[in-house]
């Protein structure tokens, strides 16, 4: 089997061993939210423990052929595959961070980030709602963010655009530093 083959048939088993693990809790009616709370936690869980050695070997199936791309001179193309990969690693990351239960998560909610300068800008949501995690802090630095959402004027002098919700609130904040508190 090619590696394509491999990791559709592992996602089949997730699927398939997530629906015979948890078929019957899904089917029974909590008798608290409590209990629904923790069945849905167990289920994220399962399913990230399953998923996480096919995500790691997706992504070093795709650093093996953006190298492979690249030492045949095909650019745009492992330019493409390059893309792919950030997706996979801002998967992982994403699925890393703690799952979102306690108070501080349900007053920060990120609607938009951008990163860039001038006219130059790259869409950095999905990054700055991972990075945020449960915590109202940004930690992030400009190489992070070349690599991560692709670097959008080529150089030096770049910021970050937040729009979020803190308490209810709609704000923004413009950024060119390293560290954010949102609040």
């Known amino acids: 089997m090619n590696g394509k083959q491999q990791l559709i048939v592992g996602l089949m088993l997730v699927v398939g061993l997530a629906a015979c693990c948890f078929g019957e809790e899904e089917q029974q009616e909590p008798k608290d939210v409590k209990e629904l709370t923790s069945l849905r936690t167990q289920y994220e869980q ?3 423990q399953v998923t996480r050695p096919i995500q ?6 795709l650093e093996a052929l953006v190298k492979q791309l690249g030492a045949a001179g095909k650019i745009e193309d492992a330019a493409q595959v390059q893309k792919a990969l950030q997706d996979v690693a801002l998967d992982l990351a ?16 990120i609607i938009s980030a951008k990163y860039g300068a001038d006219t130059r800008w790259v869409d950095a949501t999905t990054y700055v709602a ?3 995690g449960t915590t109202n802090v ?3 630095n400009n190489a992070e963010l070349d690599s991560t959402c692709g670097d959008p004027t080529g150089g030096p002098g770049k910021t970050v655009v937040i ?3 803190y308490n209810g609130k709609q704000k923004q904040k413009i950024m060119a530093g390293k560290n954010i508190m949102l609040d």
């Open 46 to 48: 399962a399913i990230k």
């Open 56 to 61: 790691e070997r997706y992504r070093a199936q």
């Open 94 to 109: 994403t699925d890393a961070a703690p799952a979102k239960t306690s108070k501080t998560a349900n007053k920060l909610k």
């Open 130 to 132: 991972a990075k945020c």
């Open 138 to 140: 940004l930690v992030w």
């Open 163 to 165: 729009v979020y919700k």
